[in-house]
């Protein structure tokens, strides 16, 4: 069993960043790939980025390229997004998940789920 715990969400002005977390419990993550989702309201959750077990590919959802950053430290357990240039239509509960393949991860076919963290962007 792994736990993912997310932290990092808040409150941003538009045009600023954040970056959020995902620290893993339990059974290890390396071996593991491990993305972010997101959910705003009224919305389907929705892809935002994946890194494979390795940390040598990453994934972006068009929307996301060339603002988001995923990272992940194995020695850590955690997994991150740095999210720069941040735009209201980035609102959302951004949840971390971890799944066997990277390809899974992005197909929504997900061993573990994080509880979410909020992230609000004014304008």
């Known amino acids: 069993q792994v736990q993912l715990v997310e932290s990092g969400g808040g409150l941003v002005q538009g045009g600023g960043s954040l970056r959020l977390s995902c620290a893993a419990s339990?059974?290890?993550?390396?071996?593991?790939?491990m993305g972010w989702f997101r959910q705003a309201p009224g919305k389907e959750r929705e892809f935002v980025a994946a890194?494979?077990?390795?940390?040598?590919?990453?994934y972006y959802a068009d929307s996301v390229k060339g603002r988001f950053t995923i990272s992940r430290d194995n020695a850590k357990i955690t997994a991150y997004l740095q999210m720069n240039s941040l735009k209201p239509e980035d609102t959302a509960v951004y949840y971390c998940?971890?799944?066997?393949?990277?390809?899974?991860?992005?197909?929504?076919?997900?061993?573990?789920w994080g509880k979410g963290t909020l992230v609000t962007v004014s304008s």
């Open positions: 998940a971890a799944a066997s393949y990277v390809q899974n991860l992005m197909n929504q076919d997900i061993d573990y």
């Open positions: 339990g059974r290890t993550v390396s071996g593991y790939a």
């Open positions: 890194i494979t077990r390795s940390g040598s590919r990453k």
